[in-house]
């Protein structure tokens, strides 16, 4: 093998080790952008979720007839 092909494989066998991580580190700045936001808005979403129920369910008895009691 010469010099330029050596020189190459090493070129390439350390860009792929240097981009091994990058995937995991998206993800994980994604979740922490998520949860931040979630704990930013939580009053908003909280009432927007308890409305949206509200819309589909049209009140609170049609909720606790999906509750099982014993």
Same mark, same amino acid.
């Given at each position: 093998?010469?010099?330029?092909?050596?020189?190459?494989? =090493?070129?390439?066998? +350390?860009?792929?080790?240097?981009?091994?991580?990058?995937?995991?580190?998206? +993800? +994980?700045?994604?979740?922490?952008?998520?949860?931040?936001?979630?704990l930013?808005?939580?009053?908003?979403?909280?009432?927007?979720?308890?409305?949206? =129920?509200?819309?589909?369910?049209g009140?609170?008895?049609? =909720?606790?007839?999906?509750?099982v009691?014993?």
């Open positions: 093998m010469d010099l330029h092909a050596k020189q190459s494989l =090493i070129k390439h066998t +350390v860009r792929c080790h240097s981009r091994k991580g990058i995937g995991t580190l998206e +993800v +994980v700045i994604i979740i922490a952008v998520l949860i931040s936001v979630a930013i808005f939580r009053e908003a979403l909280t009432a927007y979720a308890r409305q949206l =129920i509200e819309s589909v369910f009140s609170q008895s049609a =909720i606790a007839d999906l509750i009691t014993e």
